[in-house]
C-alpha cells in the first residue's frame, strides 16, 4: 500500500517537473509547426503538456481508487488504524522528523477526490485554455498543487504534512496570478498568499506545540500523545492550528482571500474550491480531531466562527452579480458547514460532506466556466434563458444546484442531513456548550434557508428568462441581436458529464443512515428559501430578484465590509510605516552616507590645495609655517 501512495504522490510530481523542464522541447519542433494563417504556433507544445499532464494524473487517480478499496477492504477486516510506513528519519538534536506515510479510509477517501477532481481540472483546461502561451506552465503547476495536497493527505508526519500545506500555497499564488498582466489578477493572487501566510505562522507553531509535547511529531504518536497532554497544551495547540485552518480552508477572520481568488482562471477555482486548497483545513482537523476534542474551548471558538462564516457567506453569495463569486462565498459558507459539523463532534459527516461537496463545486465551477466560456462575460446580468443553447451544461448545473441545496437524490442531500442531525444532538450532548451549540444549530437552518435561496437565483438568472440585448451597433437598428451560444468543446464537455455522476449519486451509499425527520426539516427550510425567490422572480423576470433584501444588499453584496475594515485597521497603517521606513531610509540611512561621502570630497578639494604642484604656494606656506613658529617663540618664549 505505501508503495502505491508513494506512487500516487510522485507521479503527478514527476509530471510537474516534466512539464516545467521539458514541455518546450525540443525547440525546433515549434519552429516546425505551419505558419498557415489561424495555425497556432505553439500547438505542439501544448499537446505535448497535456499529454505530460494528463497521463499521470489519470494513472494516479486509478492508484488512489484502487488504494482507496484495498484500504475498505482491509478495513472490513478489522485493520482500521490503516497502514503507516517511514522511509527515514531527520535528527534534529531534540524531536527526530520521521519521513513517512500513512494509508488510512480517511487518507484514501480523500485522495480519490483530489486525483478525481485533478484529471477532471487537467482534461477541462485542454480546451478551456486553447491558445494561451502559458499553457505548459499552467498545467505543471496544476500537477505540483495536486502531488502537494496528495502529500498533505498521506503524510505521516505533521512537518511532512506542512511541506505539502506550504507548496499548495505557493501553487495557489502562481495559478490565481496565471494572467498576472492584469493588475487585478495579481494583487488576488499577492492577496491569497499573504492572508493563508498569516494563518500559517500559527499553524506551524501549533505543530511545534504538539510535537515537543508529545516528544514526536509523528501523526500516530502526537494522537497517542493526546491523554497525557494538559488542557493547556492542547487549547494552545489547537487554537494555533486553528489559524492555519482558518487561512487555508478560507474561515472567518481569514477568508477575504477567496472571492478575490476568482481573477485565476475558472478551473482553478474549481481545483481549489473542491478538492485542495481550501479542504486541506477541514482534512487536517479530522487528522489531528482528537487532540480538537481534548480542547473544548477551541471547539466553541470553531463553532461561532462556523456559525457566523456560513450564514455571512451565504448572505454575501446572494447579493452578488458575478456567478464566479456566488460559487466562491457558497464554498466559504458550506466549510463552514463542515467545521460546525466537526465542532459539533461529528467528524464522518463533514468528511463525507467535504467529499460531496468536492463532487458537486467541482461540477458548479467547470459549469460556470463553459457558461462564461459561451457569454464571455461572469455577470449573471448578461446572461440568461441558456438552457436552449447549452443543454448539457444546464442539466449538469442544475444537478450541482440540487447537491447545493440538499435536495434529493443529489448528493447533498445525503451529507447535509448528517450535518444538520450532528449539529442537532449537540444541543442536548456534545463537546459544545449550549450558547455555542444554539448558536451554531440556529445559524446551520438559516443557512439552509439563505442557500436555497441564492442557488435558485444563480440558477434562475443564468438559464431561464432572456438575455440582454447588445448596446446597437448600426444607427437606427431597433435592438442588436443577441449572439447565439453554443456549448463547449469535448474537452469541457466530457469532465463535467462525469462528474454530474457523482455529485447526483454519491450519496446514495449512505442512504442507510438518513434521518428523515431532520431531512425532512431541511428540505422543508431549503425549498421555503427557493420558493421565495422564485416568487420574486416570477413576478418580473428581468429584475435581480436579490432586491427583496432592500437596503440591506449593499452591506451583503460587500460582505459585510470586513475588507474594508481590514484595509483600514490593517493594510492602511502598514502602507504609511512602509513609507515612513522608505523615506527614513532614503533621507536618514542613505542621506548618512551620501553626506559622508560629500563630506569627505570637500576635505579632500582643501587637502589636495596642498599638493597641486604649485611652487609658490608651497614658498608661500614654508614661509608663513616660519612666520608663525618666530612669532610663537618671541609671544611665548
Known amino acids: 500500500m505505501i508503495t502505491v501512495a508513494s506512487l500516487v504522490i510522485l507521479l503527478p510530481f514527476l509530471a510537474a517537473a516534466t512539464g516545467l523542464l521539458g514541455s518546450r522541447f525540443p525547440r525546433g519542433l515549434r519552429g516546425a509547426t505551419s505558419r498557415a494563417p489561424g495555425t497556432d504556433l505553439n500547438a505542439g507544445a501544448d ?24 484500504t475498505w477492504a482491509a478495513t472490513g477486516q478489522g485493520a482500521a488504524d490503516g497502514v503507516t510506513a517511514t522511509f527515514t528519519v531527520i535528527e534534529t538534536g531534540s524531536v527526530p522528523i520521521s519521513v513517512g506515510l500513512l494509508v488510512d479510509g480517511l487518507a484514501a477517501s480523500i485522495a480519490v477526490l483530489v486525483t478525481v477532481v485533478a484529471l477532471a481540472v487537467q482534461v477541462y483546461s485542454i480546451g478551456y485554455l486553447r491558445g494561451d502561451r502559458r499553457y505548459p506552465s499552467y498545467s505543471a503547476f496544476i500537477s505540483l498543487f495536486t502531488s502537494a495536497m496528495l502529500l498533505v493527505v498521506y503524510a505521516a508526519d505533521l512537518l511532512v504534512l506542512y511541506v505539502g500545506w506550504e507548496i499548495m500555497g505557493l501553487c495557489s ?47 500516530a504518536d502526537v494522537i497517542a500523545g493526546v491523554p497525557e497532554m494538559s488542557s493547556g497544551t492542547l487549547i494552545a495547540a489547537t487554537m494555533l492550528l486553528l489559524a492555519g485552518v482558518a487561512g487555508k480552508s478560507a474561515q472567518v477572520p481569514l477568508h477575504v482571500w477567496l472571492p478575490d481568488a476568482m481573477a485565476g482562471p475558472t478551473p482553478i477555482s474549481a481545483l481549489i474550491h473542491a478538492a485542495t486548497m481550501v479542504a486541506a483545513g477541514i482534512f487536517v482537523v479530522a487528522r489531528l480531531y482528537p487532540a480538537f476534542l481534548g480542547a473544548r474551548p477551541t471547539l466553541d471558538v470553531l463553532a461561532v466562527l462556523a456559525a ?12 452578488q452579480d458575478d456567478l464566479k463569486r456566488v460559487l466562491a462565498y457558497s464554498t466559504i459558507s458550506q466549510l463552514a458547514y463542515m467545521a460546525g459539523a466537526l465542532a459539533a463532534g ?37 446572461m440568461g434563458g441558456l438552457r436552449r443553447g447549452l443543454p448539457v451544461t444546464f442539466a449538469a448545473m442544475t444537478i450541482g444546484f440540487a447537491a447545493l441545496m440538499g435536495l434529493p437524490p443529489a448528493s447533498g442531500f445525503f451529507s447535509k ?28 437552518l438559516a443557512t439552509i434557508a439563505v442557500t436555497g435561496a441564492y442557488a435558485t437565483r444563480a440558477w434562475l438568472r443564468t438559464f431561464f428568462g432572456q438575455r440582454a440585448s447588445r448596446p446597437e451597433p448600426v444607427a437606427g437598428e431597433a435592438h442588436a441581436a443577441v449572439p447565439a451560444v453554443h456549448e463547449v468543446p469535448a474537452s469541457m464537455r466530457w469532465p463535467i458529464v462525469v462528474l454530474a455522476v457523482p455529485a447526483l449519486l ?36 428581468q429584475t435581480d430578484p436579490a432586491r427583496v433584501l432592500g437596503p440591506f444588499r449593499v452591506p451583503c453584496e460587500r460582505a459585510f465590509y470586513v475588507d474594508s475594515v481590514y484595509t483600514g485597521l490593517l493594510v492602511r497603517p502598514v502602507l504609511l510605516l512602509a513609507r515612513l521606513v522608505v523615506r527614513t531610509d532614503n533621507h536618514v540611512v542613505d542621506g548618512t552616507v551620501r553626506g559622508s561621502g560629500r563630506t569627505t570630497l570637500r576635505l579632500a578639494g582643501l587637502v589636495r590645495l596642498v599638493q597641486n604642484g604649485n611652487v609658490q604656494l608651497y614658498v608661500t606656506g614654508l614661509l608663513a609655517g616660519v612666520l608663525l613658529i618666530a612669532a610663537g617663540a618671541v609671544i611665548f618664549g
Open 47 to 70: 499537446r505535448r503538456a497535456a499529454w505530460i499532464a494528463v497521463l499521470p494524473t489519470a494513472i494516479s487517480t486509478a492508484l488512489a481508487i484502487w488504494l482507496a478499496y484495498a
Open 173 to 219: 499564488y502562481l495559478l490565481v496570478g496565471h494572467w498576472w498582466e492584469e493588475r487585478a489578477n495579481s494583487r488576488a493572487a499577492i492577496k491569497a498568499f499573504l492572508v493563508t501566510r498569516i494563518g500559517d505562522v500559527g499553524f506551524l507553531f501549533g505543530i511545534f506545540v504538539l510535537g515537543t509535547a508529545a516528544g514526536s511529531f509523528r501523526i
Open 308 to 319: 457566523l462564516g456560513m450564514l455571512g457567506a451565504a448572505l454575501a453569495a446572494l447579493a
Open 346 to 382: 461529528s467528524r464522518d459527516a463533514a468528511i463525507f460532506h467535504l467529499i460531496t461537496h468536492g463532487a458537486f463545486k467541482a461540477l458548479l465551477f467547470l459549469c460556470a466556466g463553459a457558461v462564461i466560456h459561451a457569454v464571455g462575460s461572469n455577470l449573471m446580468s448578461t
Open 417 to 444: 442531513d448528517e450535518m444538520l442531525t450532528g449539529i442537532e444532538h449537540s444541543l442536548s450532548a456534545g463537546p459544545l456548550t449550549d450558547a455555542a451549540a444554539l448558536l451554531l444549530y440556529g445559524c446551520a
Open 506 to 541: 454519491l450519496g446514495f451509499v449512505r442512504i442507510g443512515d438518513v434521518h428523515w425527520g431532520t431531512a425532512a426539516l431541511s428540505l422543508t427550510v431549503a425549498l421555503l428559501g427557493a420558493g421565495a425567490v422564485y416568487a420574486v422572480w416570477r413576478s418580473a423576470p
